[in-house]
């Protein structure tokens, strides 16, 4: 099936630093999204993206995060600086149309801030 | 403020019952509740979804019973096999922004 790709799987950065988690998604799909997982559970949606603009964003956006996609290429996730608090898996997800019935997750970054 | 709950973090069955997951929420503007599957290293996976003008539907031997008036639903899974151990994901989306919510998870463990 569709599949939306996270690379890299694992980073690992000092506090302070800046990181940026790149998704390719599903070659069609329009809408992006970032979400925060914590302890394997407790899936937070951070921000999604349409037409090159952030549609919406929640307070776990904080202003050291920001996203793009610059010429259709990754969907990129860059948060500068990093703090301690950010450590957490990343998962990327995409859908096709804006009713989000269903949405296509990558397997996940994992961010660990040291 | 959590828009939805699911009651247990963590559930374990026997090989051939039926797993029952639990979920409620509060906003009556959710109109749409997918359930997703997650397994260990990987993202969530859609599994079925429920509209909230139905009060039950089934694919196989999953089958989500939805309570409107409780604002309430289930996810029976039959016959449960070990390869159905994951965690277990309740959303709802919001009618006005699409916008999706997930609960914090069940981790579903089936015992041979």
């Known amino acids: 099936g569709p599949k939306v790709l996270q690379i890299p799987s694992h980073q690992i950065i000092d506090m302070g630093q800046m990181v940026t988690l790149n998704c390719d998604p599903v070659?069609?799909?329009?809408?992006f999204y970032w979400y925060k997982q914590i302890l394997g559970q407790q899936m937070e949606f951070l921000v999604n993206?349409?037409?090159?603009?952030?549609?919406?964003k929640s307070k776990l956006f904080k202003d050291q995060f920001s996203v793009e996609r610059p010429d259709g290429s990754y969907f990129t996730l860059k948060i500068q600086p990093t703090a301690l608090e950010d450590s957490a898996v990343y998962f990327c997800?995409?859908?096709?149309?804006?009713?989000?019935?269903?949405?296509?997750f990558g397997h996940g970054t994992k961010l660990s801030v040291l | 403020q959590q828009q939805v709950r699911q009651s247990s973090q963590s559930l374990t069955v026997w090989e051939g019952e039926t797993a029952i997951l639990n979920c409620s929420y509060e906003?009556?503007?959710?109109?749409?509740f997918p359930w997703y599957q997650q397994f260990p290293g990987e993202g969530p996976a859609l599994l079925i979804a429920?509209?909230?003008?139905?009060d039950k539907k089934e694919d196989g031997r999953f089958t989500i019973f939805f309570n409107k008036r409780e604002k309430n639903l289930s996810l029976h899974i039959k016959d449960s096999q070990p390869g159905d151990s994951a965690t277990y994901f309740c959303?709802?989306?919001?009618?006005?922004?699409?916008?999706?919510?997930f609960g914090d998870g069940t981790q579903l463990v089936v015992k041979p």
């Open positions: 997800a995409s859908s096709l149309q804006q009713s989000n019935e269903r949405l296509f």
């Open positions: 070659s069609n799909h329009l809408y």
């Open positions: 993206f349409y037409n090159g603009k952030v549609m919406e």
């Open positions: 906003n009556s503007a959710f109109d749409y």
């Open positions: 429920i509209r909230s003008v139905s």
């Open positions: 959303a709802a989306r919001e009618a006005s922004n699409n916008r999706i919510f």
